[in-house]
């Protein structure tokens, strides 16, 4: 039962089990989910992004080109009825890299680049020092 009480790691919960997941739509996309921890879940949101006015002709990246974001965000989730949850989520995103369509890898993996690691722990670090500052 959902509300029943819970133990994880010797820590009384209640809501879903740990290791349980979810699956929503959203219009264009799917967000898929997997409780982790009481408190932690993982998740993975897939959708096709367009844009609301065109782009100028010759302009912005070639077709196939990938970029990399981090997103650091707050949801909230208010529940509708038993199936539906209106969502709204604002946060920041920071590029980590991107990838031509005829490079072999992201810019991070090649020679006089921040490899990944490096960029996102520099990036969390000064996101908890703006944290500490507030």
Do not use: C
Not at 70 to 98: E, L, V
């Amino acid at each position: 039962m959902y509300n029943s009480l819970k133990k994880y790691n010797n820590k009384i919960y209640t809501g879903m089990r740990v290791g349980l997941s979810h699956q929503w739509n959203y219009t264009n996309g799917k967000w898929y989910e997997t409780k982790k921890e009481p408190e932690k879940w993982s998740f993975k949101f897939e959708s096709l992004k367009t844009r609301i006015n065109p782009a100028p002709i010759n302009s912005g990246a070639k077709i196939n080109t990938q970029f990399h974001w981090y997103i650091i965000a707050d949801q909230i989730a208010t529940k509708i009825d038993n199936n539906s949850y209106m969502t709204s989520m604002k946060g920041i995103k920071f590029k980590i890299g991107h990838k031509r369509p005829y490079w072999k890898t992201f810019s991070y993996n090649y020679p006089n680049q921040k490899n990944y690691r490096e960029r996102l722990i520099k990036i969390l670090e000064e996101i908890l020092a703006e944290l500490k500052k507030e």
